[in-house]
């Protein structure tokens, strides 16, 4: 069995700090593990550093601070594996719904409808403050956390100015104007100063920018829907064959060549013309 002396306690103590570990109870934690296994695998004549080096990947997929990371997602979310797997579903379920709508949508196949409104819930609802919740806890700048907060607002409201949208839902012009002043006053100018004095980032700032930018003006040209204005035509249009089918009972049929017991029904055949007639004009 070996034996960990004062100096290699303080060597891996060390190396811990290094790698990431800042909680100095989780930094002891880690150094009595490793101790441990160390002391119980490790011969006595063995190479202590080369043994140390393959014992540490033991505790992580990548990097020793990715536990660190987790430790404080759990203590802060309870809940958090939970949150991250309806995340996930949400995100999947919403994207697979909108696309399966949006072509049964172009098919003129029934259910469109409310497969676009699951999936832009989900994703609106469910996905983006999810998402929003977990991420924001990454980000140690706030001026990163404004950016974070106001492309998930945006987000959400793109979303859901496209329900209204595909819906015909009344507001759906003035959630698109908010929705394009956060986009344009807010997220766009902060994303692009942020993104734009980093060399790592600057090609990918200035595409995401621009991407962003013909899309809001493709959404400012979306054509209006009025289907009130539909409706109204498919009224009138109701009402002038249901005038014309009247008049020509009228100008086919005669008071006298009606029976008595089909007075009534020619009185209201003449009653209906009438007000249609009136309606109409």
């Given at each position: 069995m070996y034996q960990i002396n004062d100096r290699q306690i303080d060597f891996i103590l060390?190396?811990?700090?290094?790698?990431?570990?800042?909680?100095?109870?989780?930094?002891?934690?880690?150094?009595?593990?490793?101790?441990?296994?160390?002391e119980q695998n490790l011969s006595q004549d063995g190479d202590f550093e080369d043994f140390y080096k393959k014992t540490i990947p033991k505790f992580c997929k990548s990097e020793l601070w990715e536990i660190e990371e987790e430790t404080i997602n759990l203590l802060i979310f309870k809940h958090y594996y939970t949150m991250k797997k309806i995340m996930i579903y949400s995100g999947a379920f919403g994207a697979f719904a909108t696309l399966v709508g949006a072509s049964f949508k172009v098919m003129h196949w029934p259910g469109a409808s409310i497969l676009m409104l699951l999936g832009i819930a989900f994703m609106s609802l469910i996905f983006l403050p999810i998402m929003f919740t977990l991420k924001i806890k990454e980000k140690q700048n706030t001026k990163d956390k404004l950016i974070l907060a106001t492309g998930s607002i945006a987000a959400t409201l793109v979303g859901l100015t496209s329900l209204f949208k595909i819906m015909h839902w009344p507001g759906a012009s003035i959630l698109l104007s908010v929705t394009l002043s956060i986009v344009l006053l807010i997220f766009l100018p902060l994303y692009f100063i942020s993104g734009i004095k980093n060399p790592e980032t600057k090609v990918n700032t200035i595409v995401t920018s621009v991407l962003i930018l013909a899309g809001t003006g493709l959404s400012m040209v979306l054509p209006k829907s009025a289907p009130s204005l539909t409706l109204s035509k498919a009224t009138v249009n109701y009402m002038r064959n249901e005038n014309l089918t009247l008049n020509t009972i009228k100008a086919l049929v005669k008071p006298d060549s009606l029976n008595q017991a089909n007075i009534e029904t020619y009185n209201a055949f003449m009653q209906s013309a009438d007000k249609l007639k009136r309606r109409h004009h």
């Amino acid at each position: 069995m070996y034996q960990i002396n004062d100096r290699q306690i303080d060597f891996i103590l060390d190396d811990i700090r290094r790698r990431g570990i800042e909680m100095e109870d989780l930094q002891l934690n880690l150094l009595d593990h490793v101790c441990c296994i160390i002391e119980q695998n490790l011969s006595q004549d063995g190479d202590f550093e080369d043994f140390y080096k393959k014992t540490i990947p033991k505790f992580c997929k990548s990097e020793l601070w990715e536990i660190e990371e987790e430790t404080i997602n759990l203590l802060i979310f309870k809940h958090y594996y939970t949150m991250k797997k309806i995340m996930i579903y949400s995100g999947a379920f919403g994207a697979f719904a909108t696309l399966v709508g949006a072509s049964f949508k172009v098919m003129h196949w029934p259910g469109a409808s409310i497969l676009m409104l699951l999936g832009i819930a989900f994703m609106s609802l469910i996905f983006l403050p999810i998402m929003f919740t977990l991420k924001i806890k990454e980000k140690q700048n706030t001026k990163d956390k404004l950016i974070l907060a106001t492309g998930s607002i945006a987000a959400t409201l793109v979303g859901l100015t496209s329900l209204f949208k595909i819906m015909h839902w009344p507001g759906a012009s003035i959630l698109l104007s908010v929705t394009l002043s956060i986009v344009l006053l807010i997220f766009l100018p902060l994303y692009f100063i942020s993104g734009i004095k980093n060399p790592e980032t600057k090609v990918n700032t200035i595409v995401t920018s621009v991407l962003i930018l013909a899309g809001t003006g493709l959404s400012m040209v979306l054509p209006k829907s009025a289907p009130s204005l539909t409706l109204s035509k498919a009224t009138v249009n109701y009402m002038r064959n249901e005038n014309l089918t009247l008049n020509t009972i009228k100008a086919l049929v005669k008071p006298d060549s009606l029976n008595q017991a089909n007075i009534e029904t020619y009185n209201a055949f003449m009653q209906s013309a009438d007000k249609l007639k009136r309606r109409h004009h």
